[in-house]
Antibody, heavy 122, light 107 residues
């Protein structure tokens, strides 16, 4: 059974930093591109970042480029999101998700964690 | 960036109704579109990928269609457990983007 368990969410002051983690199990982590998606309170889903299987290729939403960094440790089946220069607008539930494939076609996020809450407030 | 516009934003329908949600892309994305269901307090789940392929274990009353810039999600014979917010997502080009969501309620 695929499981994704996020951790690291906390209350942090504006301008602060936080590192989120996502522990993966039940599938071959090193073969799956991974994604972070967030959802601000009462709002819709926002794609945040993606990392390929090796970790050498990353993509970011315009809203977090230069402040957030996604990384992975395939040996530990762990995904990370380093978040710096946090603002009130970064307050959200952060989900990690697999970026599924059917053959060579990426299909979207087929497995999701339950999320971790990040609150940015003074 | 590719913008996705869903309509309507809110939908109220009766059990047994046929429901249609539309997602329009600001530029062509072929069939690289996914649909998700998010129930209150839960993580989203993938319903449909490649615009029209049903994810495993998803009830057959859900279907998707479209290509290019216009896509639809249809629920045939609406059930009480379908109360949720539905999102489309383009997976054609980075940054990937979601529609703003359609909240579905039962009358």
């Amino acid at each position: 059974e695929v499981q994704l368990l996020e951790s690291g969410g906390a209350l942090v002051q504006p301008g602060g930093s936080l590192r989120l983690s996502c522990e993966a199990s039940g599938f071959t982590f090193s073969s799956s591109s991974m994604t972070w998606v967030r959802q601000s309170p009462g709002k819709g889903l926002e794609w945040v970042a993606e990392i390929n299987t090796s970790g050498y290729i990353t993509y970011y939403a315009d809203s977090v480029t230069g402040r957030f960094r996604v990384s992975r440790d395939n040996a530990k089946s762990m995904l990370y999101l380093q978040m710096d220069s946090l603002t009130v607008g970064d307050t959200a539930v952060y989900y990690c998700a697999t970026h599924g494939r059917r053959g060579v076609v990426f299909i979207g996020n087929d497995y999701w964690g339950q999320g971790t809450v990040v609150t940015v407030s003074s | 960036d590719i913008q996705l516009t869903q309509s309507p934003s809110f939908l109220s329908a009766s059990v047994g109704d046929r429901v249609t949600i539309t997602c329009r892309a600001s530029q062509g994305i072929s069939n690289y579109l996914a649909w998700y269901q998010q129930k209150p307090g839960r993580a989203p789940t993938l319903l449909i990928y490649s615009a029209s392929t049903l994810q495993s274990a998803v009830p057959s009353r859900f279907s998707g269609s479209g290509s290019g810039t216009q896509f639809t999600l249809t629920i045939n014979s609406l059930q009480p457990e379908d109360v949720a917010t539905y999102y489309c997502q383009q997976v054609n080009v980075h940054p990937l983007t979601f529609g703003q969501g359609t909240r579905l309620e039962i009358k």
